[in-house]
C-alpha cells in the first residue's frame, strides 16, 4: 500500500499563487495514476487533476490556471495552482489509483 501526505496549503489573497506538494511512501507512485481533488463542507469531493502514463486532465473550474505534475525522483505530485480565487478555497486531497489511496488533505483558504 501507498501513503499520501499532502502539504503546501494556506491562505493566499485572491490572485495569489500557491504550490502543494504529495509525498508518497511505502511504494512507488509510477504505478499509479495519480489525482488532485478537493472538498467544501456539504458538497462533493471534485475532482481537480490527474495525471497518468498518457498525461493529465482538468475540471473545466481550474483549466489554465493549475498545472499538475509529478516527479519521480523524490516520488511526489505537485498541485502549481495560479490566479487564485475564493471558490478555489477548500480542503485538497491527493489520491492515488484513482480514488483507491488518499492522503488526510491539506486546507487552501483564498480570501
Known amino acids: 500500500d501507498v501513503q499520501l501526505v499532502e502539504s503546501g496549503g494556506g491562505s493566499v489573497q485572491v490572485g495569489g499563487s500557491l504550490r502543494l506538494s504529495c509525498v508518497a511512501s511505502?511504494?512507488?507512485?509510477?504505478?499509479?495514476?495519480m489525482g488532485w481533488f478537493r472538498q467544501i463542507p456539504d458538497k462533493e469531493r471534485e475532482g481537480v487533476a490527474a495525471i497518468d502514463m498518457f498525461g493529465s486532465v482538468y475540471a473545466d473550474s481550474v483549466k489554465g490556471r493549475f498545472a499538475i505534475s509529478r516527479d519521480d525522483a523524490e516520488n511526489t505530485l505537485h498541485l502549481q495552482m495560479y490566479s487564485l480565487l475564493p471558490e478555489d478555497t477548500a480542503m485538497y486531497f491527493c489520491?492515488?489509483?484513482?480514488?483507491?489511496?488518499w492522503g488526510p488533505g491539506t486546507q487552501v483558504t483564498v480570501s
Open positions: 511505502g511504494e512507488t507512485i509510477g504505478r499509479y495514476c
Open positions: 489520491a492515488a489509483g484513482g480514488r483507491k489511496y
